[in-house]
């Protein structure tokens, strides 16, 4: 008897999920749930504004490691790769965790995090390198992009653009 209600339910969320697809600015599929999980839209408007965010991150699990990313590269764990469900691919960022203070810059390869509320996920490699172990696995964070690729071809610099090239010229001793 449960399984034949959790057909019914099941049936019902994906007629409404389809009956909704065509209704302007609405999106079912953000409030459906399926079995307990969300259902999380695939795409999110792109931003290219290049303006910051603050959020949560998290870092992609081990069994991630070598998987093909969104760009078409191999996850590396110890690179310094990232997930992003609304900056470009190839927008170079750094993201700061507002516990510690630490900061890394990272490349946007991949879409994600797909749980609500978090805004990037890091490489394990960086997660460490900025203060998220893996027992707490999410810290809030400022995701600050310094260039943002632009549907024309061209470069945008972001918010932290500034702060890269004046650190990057106090370490050249300029």
């Not at 490691?65 to 760009?71: P, S, V, W």
């Not at 310094?146 to 945008?156: F, L, T």
């Not at 090239?165 to 370490?171: F, H, L, N, P």
């Amino acid at each position: 008897m449960k399984a034949s209600w959790e057909r019914i339910r099941l049936a019902l969320v994906l007629v409404v999920l389809a009956c909704s697809a065509g209704v302007p600015g609405y999106s079912a599929a953000a409030d459906a749930e399926v079995s307990g999980h969300a259902i999380v839209p695939a795409k999110a408007h792109l931003d290219h504004s290049g303006r910051e965010r603050i959020g949560k991150a998290s870092y992609y699990a081990d069994r991630f490691a070598g998987r093909k990313m969104a760009d078409g590269r191999r996850m590396n764990p110890h690179g310094n790769n990232a997930a992003s469900r609304t900056l470009p691919l190839g927008t170079k960022a750094k993201v700061t965790n507002l516990e510690t203070g630490r900061s890394a810059v990272v490349n946007i390869e991949d879409r994600g995090p797909y749980v609500k509320g978090r805004i990037v996920d890091l490489s394990p490699s960086t997660a460490r390198q900025i203060g998220i172990d893996k027992q707490e696995g999410v810290a809030p964070v400022d995701v600050a992009p310094v260039a943002v690729p632009q549907p024309d071809g061209s470069v945008k610099p972001g918010v932290a653009a500034a702060n890269a090239e004046e650190e990057a010229g106090s370490r050249s001793g300029k």
